[in-house]
């Protein structure tokens, strides 16, 4: 018998199809299936009425006179459309003629297009709203808050750093180095300099053992990042955690840590599963906007290396419909073999990071123990194989490719969104 599986691809999915002795596993985490007993808005609104640890939003914002606000980029799937309104209704329902700035939290990412923001945020917010977004290699917009415990300087957006309230808006899933997403991360990466990026994300940070998925107490990015938005005073979080259709099933608001401790706890029993081991181990970012680029999709196949017996192969569907995702990630990924693009990143010395250095960083230590093939429709495969990775057009192409690797016999693991699911032991 044949088992068809839809995994994950830009806005839509691919088959997969795997005869049923070969298939050891689905994994995918409850959180995708998971369905709450009220809607979308009264999460969101109940929430907000009550917040963790911390004073509505609306009390907080009574006698400010400036609100930055900060929310996700294009490469998030915060669902802004829906949760901006709400915040931006708390807000002036304490102080109705307060100012208020969006700050979009790019890291290092390119800018957020206009069209891209009417697609995230809605026109209303667009036409109506001063939506300002962080330009991480324009020095003058940032400035100096000192020390972060790693050692390495801290620069900030000035706007955050200059305003009454500080609010951030995100979401939360494990991520593949820094523990889990949503809450701190606002602020680091989101809207840090380049140099606070670029050390905070290190060859000896992200090779650190407890800078994992899952792992927070004494992960060294964690604790720059958490140190960076104490500093900041972020007054006021809110955070939501989505499932497998990018809907909102719970939300979390207040107090920048418990909250955020909350939804990490609400995440982390939904999402947690014991590694299962397999010869063949597909995966996906769970499709659009996370699959947009290579640069996004060490993320899924971290998960993947957590499900894979020794020697096996990884399957990755990434559509890439955006390309390589970054120039510094595309020349370091295609330096040369995994050993050599290891070997050089390994000897930069933290202050001199080099942008989207984690990424070929972690593909390396993955690639010098797997094999790994990449179904893109959208990337040029001949700069596939410049990457060590091997091209497929289809997910089923891609498992005939891993047969005659593996054997006939091998055991296939199928994790649909390898972002979603947190395999520990």
Same mark, same amino acid.
């Given at each position: 018998?044949?088992?068809?599986?839809?995994?994950?691809?830009?806005?839509?999915?691919?088959?997969?199809?795997?005869?049923?002795?070969?298939?050891?596993?689905?994994?995918?985490?409850?959180?995708?299936?998971?369905?709450?007993?009220?809607?979308?808005?009264?999460?969101?609104?109940?929430?907000?009425?009550?917040?963790?640890?911390?004073?509505?939003?609306?009390?907080?914002?009574?006698?400010?006179?400036?609100?930055?606000?900060?929310?996700?980029?294009?490469?998030?799937?915060?669902?802004?459309?829906?949760?901006?309104?709400?915040?931006?209704?708390?807000?002036?329902?304490?102080?109705?003629?307060?100012?208020?700035?969006?700050?979009?939290?790019?890291?290092?990412?390119?800018?957020?297009?206009?069209?891209?923001?009417?697609?995230?945020?809605?026109?209303?917010?667009?036409?109506?709203?001063?939506?300002?977004?962080?330009?991480?290699?324009?020095?003058?917009?940032?400035?100096?808050?000192?020390?972060?415990?790693?050692?390495?300087?801290?620069?900030?957006?000035?706007?955050?750093?200059?305003?009454?309230?500080?609010?951030?808006?995100?979401?939360?899933?494990?991520?593949?180095?820094?523990?889990?997403?949503?809450?701190?991360?606002?602020?680091?990466?989101?809207?840090?300099?380049?140099?606070?990026?670029?050390?905070?994300?290190?060859?000896?940070?992200?090779?650190?053992?407890?800078?994992?998925?899952?792992?927070?107490?004494?992960?060294?990015?964690?604790?720059?990042?958490?140190?960076?938005?104490?500093?900041?005073?972020?007054?006021?979080?809110?955070?939501?955690?989505?499932?497998?259709?990018?809907?909102?099933?719970?939300?979390?608001?207040?107090?920048?840590?418990?909250?955020?401790?909350?939804?990490?706890?609400?995440?982390?029993?939904?999402?947690?599963?014991?590694?299962?081991?397999?010869?063949?181990? =597909? %995966?996906?970012?769970?499709?659009?906007?996370? $699959?947009?680029? +290579?640069?996004?999709? !060490?993320?899924?196949?971290?998960? /993947? *290396?957590?499900?894979?017996?020794?020697?096996?192969?990884?399957?990755?569907?990434?559509?890439?419909?955006?390309?390589?995702?970054?120039?510094?990630?595309?020349?370091? =990924? %295609?330096?040369?073999?995994?050993?050599?693009? $290891?070997?050089? +990143?390994?000897?930069? !010395?933290?202050?001199?990071?080099? /942008? *989207?250095?984690?990424?070929?960083?972690?593909?390396?230590?993955?690639?010098?123990?797997?094999?790994?093939?990449?179904?893109?429709?959208?990337?040029?495969?001949?700069?596939?194989?410049?990457?060590?990775?091997?091209?497929?057009?289809?997910?089923?192409?891609?498992?005939?490719?891993?047969?005659?690797?593996?054997?006939?016999?091998?055991?296939?693991?199928?994790?649909?969104?390898?972002?979603?699911?947190?395999?520990?032991?």
């Amino acid at each position: 018998m044949i088992k068809e599986i839809r995994i994950p691809y830009y806005t839509g999915t691919l088959p997969l199809h795997v005869k049923e002795e070969n298939l050891k596993a689905v994994v995918t985490a409850e959180m995708h299936h998971f369905t709450p007993d009220k809607g979308e808005t009264e999460l969101i609104r109940e929430a907000l009425e009550h917040p963790i640890g911390s004073l509505r939003l609306r009390e907080l914002a009574s006698g400010k006179k400036r609100v930055v606000l900060v929310t996700s980029d294009h490469t998030r799937a915060v669902p802004s459309k829906l949760t901006l309104p709400i915040l931006l209704e708390e807000i002036r329902a304490g102080n109705p003629g307060v100012d208020i700035t969006i700050l979009i939290a790019t890291g290092l990412h390119r800018a957020t297009t206009e069209a891209e923001q009417r697609r995230m945020f809605g026109d209303t917010i667009v036409d109506r709203e001063k939506i300002v977004i962080n330009d991480a290699f324009r020095p003058e917009d940032f400035i100096s808050m000192g020390t972060l415990p790693s050692g390495a300087g801290f620069h900030v957006n000035k706007l955050a750093a200059q305003c009454d309230l500080l609010v951030t808006e995100g979401f939360i899933e494990p991520h593949f180095f820094a523990g889990f997403s949503g809450g701190r991360k606002s602020i680091l990466p989101g809207i840090c300099s380049q140099e606070t990026v670029n050390e905070n994300h290190s060859f000896r940070a992200i090779a650190h053992p407890l800078a994992a998925a899952g792992r927070l107490e004494g992960n060294p990015i964690h604790e720059d990042m958490l140190e960076a938005a104490r500093r900041m005073n972020v007054q006021f979080t809110f955070n939501v955690a989505l499932n497998g259709d990018k809907r909102v099933v719970a939300a979390f608001a207040g107090d920048l840590e418990q909250s955020h401790a909350a939804g990490v706890e609400f995440i982390r029993r939904l999402s947690q599963c014991p590694p299962i081991k397999g010869d063949i181990v =597909i %995966t996906s970012n769970g499709g659009y906007p996370l $699959d947009q680029n +290579l640069y996004q999709s !060490p993320k899924a196949v971290a998960t /993947a *290396e957590a499900c894979c017996a020794e020697g096996g192969v990884i399957i990755m569907c990434c559509s890439c419909a955006d390309g390589m995702g970054g120039a510094n990630f595309e020349r370091l =990924i %295609t330096l040369g073999t995994p050993e050599e693009i $290891d070997a050089f +990143l390994s000897a930069i !010395p933290p202050k001199e990071t080099i /942008a *989207e250095q984690w990424c070929p960083q972690i593909y390396a230590r993955i690639l010098k123990k797997h094999r790994v093939i990449l179904v893109t429709t959208y990337l040029d495969h001949e700069l596939v194989r410049k990457t060590n990775m091997i091209p497929a057009s289809s997910p089923d192409e891609a498992l005939a490719l891993a047969y005659g690797m593996k054997g006939a016999d091998a055991r296939v693991v199928v994790i649909p969104d390898g972002v979603a699911v947190l395999a520990v032991g």
